[in-house]
């Protein structure tokens, strides 16, 4: 059965996995401009060095991934994406994100861990489905 | 996903096995303050009440900890493992990288001042902020209390093991801070997470080690460094700083416990509101407070100049041929060396989570900067307090107190006017280095427990919990709690280290035979 729909968030933490969920997601939607983009970032800590020492802040942040963003959605020939950048526990934010604009689609990879790894990683994904306000699609990693 | 809840249970776990009371420990205050009788109006003795059960709990902990770290694997020579492991560790490190805290430190400076600085590398901050934030973890309460409590349980030949621990543990940081620098997460966000943890677990499998070995490596160092965090990083810091307080207004009922809520809401203020400015401003007074407190020790040290070889004898003398009363030659050795190291934290890892954020591309470089920090610390800083404490007779006057207070008597002989600028020296070093530990303890509570807000919440409200119970247990066995899990976290970083040392040394030579090449370019 074909998977249809009309907006589609794809989470987005720069890894190859993320990369080709964005061509599942173009796969599905019809017009590149019905996929939403969104990079979730943790909470800045006040006394990082960073923070209290050099120059970051929430805005310099934003800039960088919103920038990032762009040529990823660029490299996808989805320019026309939407792209969000919020801050933070990933899993919530992506559930909170595809409830504003309404999703009817999120696609998230699964990095797949087991074992030890699995403890001690949890899983975004995890959390997006329990959370989700519409259909998750899994992605398997390729392995 | 794991449930916190069993994360948690995990962590609890592991302390039980090495002190059977951990969960009282981190019960007793709560309860225990529910039953205090204000009503009849004695604070005092209900903060002793108080402070006497949680000194009770630590006792336990102590014990099991001291008998697995103070262990004499030669009874002929009675030095405890760790300290062989962190002396022969920084023995190792330097020879192997062929006494590159010598032939480097003229380098290391130019990297310092920001000759190779390229504003567009990866990372948050320029080199010298990265040195100015791991000495602002380390400069403190060690220079100033750790060396006069050195001194006082080591006799004066302790100050030169100190400092060669000092120059040898330059290439100790040197092997840390660079593998932090190889195995650093820099996040889309430019913001990054490195440390002895990461190192472990990803370097050790490199090594071939399989994952779960690798892991526990890693778990270990993190659950060392949450307990310094609390320990050495927090409570010795607001017991010191409480003391200093008390030395200035006197022993008013209730300014322990006053003053511990006190620092608590300071640091609550930056680590929980989120108020960056207060600890920004804190970071750039540091390097003020370490300048007037070395000048000061220069002025004392020119007006006693006549003293200072008469100083230096004694301090070779008694490191050579040491009194009974000290415990003979290897009591001073194994002093000098637990002091120097709980001052700047060479072998312990701590000081890697704060370098791997520095800008560069060239992980040598950075950690060619940390070198510099144990000379700074320790050559410098506690060979400059130990000699004011020593020209000035502070170290075998009785009435000139105990760690702080006998720096404080040996500054204020010659400066009367040198007690209040310390008073306040010490709460400022006390409070940026609790603000630091806070991050090096919550990077570690992050790779155990994961970064959910909960997870974070949970941990910085034990943070500020223990500033309180430390300013409250002015006791013997909180300061030894201290100790041991600084000296604790050597364990799998030096061990860890000594695995990796391989790459670090592949990556230093491709590194010097560019940089003698003169292939880097400059910026300034």
């Given at each position: 059965?074909?998977?249809?729909?009309?907006?589609?968030?794809?989470?987005?933490?720069?890894?190859?996995?993320s990369?080709?969920?964005?061509?599942?997601?173009?796969?599905?939607v019809?017009?590149?401009?019905?996929?939403?983009?969104?990079?979730?970032?943790?909470?800045?800590?006040?006394?990082?060095?960073?923070?209290?020492?050099?120059?970051?802040?929430?805005?310099?942040?934003?800039?960088?991934?919103?920038t990032?963003?762009?040529?990823?959605?660029?490299?996808?020939?989805?320019?026309?994406?939407?792209?969000?950048?919020?801050?933070?526990?990933?899993?919530?934010?992506?559930?909170?994100?595809?409830?504003?604009?309404?999703?009817?689609?999120?696609?998230?990879?699964?990095?797949?861990?087991?074992?030890?790894?699995?403890?001690?990683?949890?899983?975004v994904?995890?959390?997006?489905?329990?959370?989700?306000?519409?259909?998750?699609?899994?992605?398997r990693?390729?392995? | 996903?794991?449930?916190?809840?069993?994360?948690?249970?995990?962590?609890?776990?592991?302390?039980?096995?090495?002190?059977?009371?951990?969960?009282?420990l981190?019960?007793?205050?709560?309860?225990?303050?529910?039953?205090?009788?204000?009503?009849?109006?004695?604070?005092?003795?209900?903060?002793?009440?108080?402070?006497?059960?949680?000194?009770?709990?630590?006792?336990?902990?102590?014990?099991?900890m001291?008998?697995?770290?103070?262990?004499?694997?030669?009874?002929?020579?009675?030095?405890?493992?760790?300290?062989?492991?962190?002396?022969?560790?920084s023995?190792?490190?330097?020879?192997?990288?062929?006494?590159?805290?010598?032939?480097?430190?003229?380098?290391?400076?130019?990297?310092?001042?920001?000759?190779y600085?390229?504003?567009?590398?990866?990372?948050?901050?320029?080199h010298f902020?990265?040195?100015?934030?791991?000495?602002?973890?380390?400069?403190?309460?060690?220079?100033?209390?750790?060396?006069?409590?050195?001194?006082?349980?080591?006799?004066?030949?302790?100050?030169?093991?100190?400092?060669?621990?000092?120059?040898?543990?330059?290439?100790?940081?040197?092997?840390?801070?660079?593998?932090?620098?190889v195995?650093?997460?820099?996040?889309?966000d430019?913001?990054?997470?490195?440390?002895?943890?990461?190192?472990?677990?990803?370097?050790?499998?490199?090594?071939?080690?399989?994952?779960p070995?690798?892991?526990?490596?890693?778990?270990?160092?993190?659950?060392?460094?949450?307990?310094?965090?609390?320990?050495?990083?927090?409570?010795?810091?607001?017991?010191?700083?409480?003391?200093?307080?008390?030395?200035?207004?006197?022993?008013?009922?209730?300014?322990?416990?006053?003053?511990?809520?006190?620092?608590?809401?300071?640091?609550?203020?930056?680590?929980?509101?989120?108020?960056?400015?207060?600890?920004?401003?804190?970071?750039?007074?540091?390097?003020?407070?370490?300048?007037?407190?070395?000048?000061?020790?220069i002025?004392?040290?020119?007006?006693?100049?006549?003293?200072?070889?008469?100083?230096?004898?004694?301090?070779?003398?008694?490191?050579?041929?040491?009194?009974?009363?000290?415990?003979?030659?290897?009591?001073?050795?194994?002093?000098?060396?637990?002091?120097?190291v709980?001052?700047?934290?060479?072998?312990?890892?701590?000081?890697?989570?704060?370098?791997?954020?520095?800008k560069?591309?060239e992980?040598?470089?950075?950690?060619?900067?940390?070198?510099?920090?144990?000379f700074?610390?320790?050559?410098?800083?506690?060979?400059?307090?130990?000699?004011v404490?020593?020209?000035?007779?502070?170290?075998?006057?009785?009435?000139?107190?105990?760690?702080?207070?006998?720096?404080?008597?040996?500054?204020?002989?010659?400066?009367?006017?040198?007690?209040?600028?310390?008073?306040?020296?010490?709460?400022?070093?006390?409070?940026?280095?609790?603000?630091?530990?806070?991050?090096?303890?919550?990077?570690?509570?992050?790779?155990?427990?994961?970064?959910?807000?909960?997870?974070?919440?949970?941990?910085?409200?034990?943070?500020?919990?223990?500033?309180?119970?430390?300013?409250?247990?002015?006791?013997?066995?909180?300061?030894?709690?201290?100790?041991?899990?600084?000296?604790?976290?050597?364990?799998?970083?030096?061990?860890?280290?000594?695995?990796?040392?391989?790459?670090?040394?592949?990556?230093?030579?491709?590194?010097w035979?560019?940089?003698?090449?003169?292939?880097?370019?400059?910026?300034?």
């Amino acid at each position: 059965m074909a998977l249809h729909a009309s907006t589609v968030v794809v989470p987005i933490d720069f890894s190859s996995a993320s990369a080709s969920a964005i061509n599942t997601g173009l796969e599905i939607v019809e017009n590149p401009s019905q996929l939403y983009l969104i990079h979730v970032m943790l909470p800045l800590e006040t006394m990082s060095p960073g923070v209290l020492l050099g120059d970051v802040t929430d805005v310099s942040r934003t800039a960088k991934v919103t920038t990032a963003l762009k040529k990823l959605a660029e490299t996808h020939k989805a320019t026309d994406a939407h792209l969000a950048v919020t801050i933070g526990t990933p899993g919530l934010e992506i559930a909170d994100y595809a409830k504003r604009e309404k999703a009817d689609l999120i696609i998230i990879p699964s990095h797949g861990y087991h074992g030890l790894k699995r403890l001690f990683l949890g899983s975004v994904a995890e959390r997006v489905l329990r959370h989700a306000p519409c259909r998750v699609l899994v992605l398997r990693r390729p392995d | 996903m794991l449930p916190l809840f069993f994360k948690l249970l995990f962590f609890v776990t592991f302390l039980c096995l090495t002190g059977h009371n951990a969960v009282a420990l981190a019960q007793s205050p709560a309860p225990r303050s529910s039953n205090i009788e204000i009503d009849n109006g004695d604070l005092n003795k209900a903060t002793e009440s108080i402070t006497a059960s949680i000194d009770s709990q630590f006792g336990i902990i102590v014990e099991n900890m001291a008998n697995v770290l103070f262990w004499e694997p030669v009874k002929a020579v009675p030095i405890p493992l760790i300290v062989i492991i962190l002396l022969c560790g920084s023995i190792f490190f330097t020879i192997y990288h062929n006494w590159l805290n010598i032939r480097g430190f003229k380098h290391a400076i130019d990297i310092t001042r920001g000759r190779y600085d390229n504003p567009d590398d990866p990372g948050e901050i320029s080199h010298f902020q990265a040195l100015t934030s791991a000495l602002s973890a380390t400069v403190g309460l060690g220079n100033i209390a750790g060396v006069a409590v050195a001194i006082q349980t080591g006799g004066p030949g302790a100050v030169v093991w100190m400092m060669l621990i000092g120059l040898l543990g330059m290439t100790a940081k040197f092997n840390e801070c660079t593998l932090a620098m190889v195995y650093r997460k820099v996040r889309p966000d430019g913001t990054v997470d490195g440390g002895p943890m990461h190192y472990l677990e990803i370097g050790l499998q490199e090594r071939g080690f399989p994952f779960p070995v690798a892991k526990c490596f890693g778990l270990v160092f993190a659950i060392f460094c949450i307990g310094g965090s609390f320990g050495g990083g927090n409570m010795f810091q607001a017991n010191q700083a409480t003391s200093a307080v008390r030395g200035m207004i006197g022993d008013i009922p209730g300014l322990d416990l006053f003053f511990g809520g006190l620092l608590a809401f300071l640091v609550g203020l930056v680590i929980i509101g989120g108020i960056k400015r207060i600890g920004q401003v804190t970071e750039k007074i540091i390097p003020l407070m370490c300048g007037i407190y070395v000048l000061a020790g220069i002025i004392i040290l020119i007006l006693h100049a006549n003293q200072i070889p008469e100083a230096a004898v004694l301090i070779v003398r008694s490191c050579v041929s040491p009194e009974a009363a000290y415990g003979g030659f290897i009591g001073v050795l194994v002093q000098g060396i637990r002091r120097a190291v709980f001052s700047n934290e060479a072998g312990v890892g701590s000081a890697a989570i704060a370098h791997a954020a520095a800008k560069t591309d060239e992980p040598v470089r950075e950690g060619m900067v940390a070198m510099l920090g144990p000379f700074i610390d320790t050559v410098v800083i506690c060979t400059m307090t130990a000699l004011v404490v020593i020209v000035s007779g502070a170290y075998n006057t009785p009435e000139a107190g105990k760690g702080v207070e006998m720096t404080r008597w040996a500054f204020s002989e010659t400066l009367s006017w040198f007690p209040t600028v310390l008073n306040i020296s010490v709460f400022l070093f006390a409070y940026s280095t609790m603000i630091s530990w806070s991050y090096y303890g919550e990077k570690a509570w992050q790779y155990i427990f994961g970064t959910t807000k909960k997870a974070i919440i949970i941990y910085r409200i034990l943070f500020l919990g223990f500033i309180v119970l430390g300013a409250v247990a002015s006791l013997e066995n909180v300061i030894t709690f201290s100790d041991l899990m600084i000296l604790s976290m050597a364990f799998p970083n030096i061990i860890g280290g000594v695995i990796l040392a391989p790459r670090v040394k592949v990556l230093l030579q491709d590194y010097w035979r560019r940089y003698k090449a003169n292939e880097f370019t400059v910026y300034e």
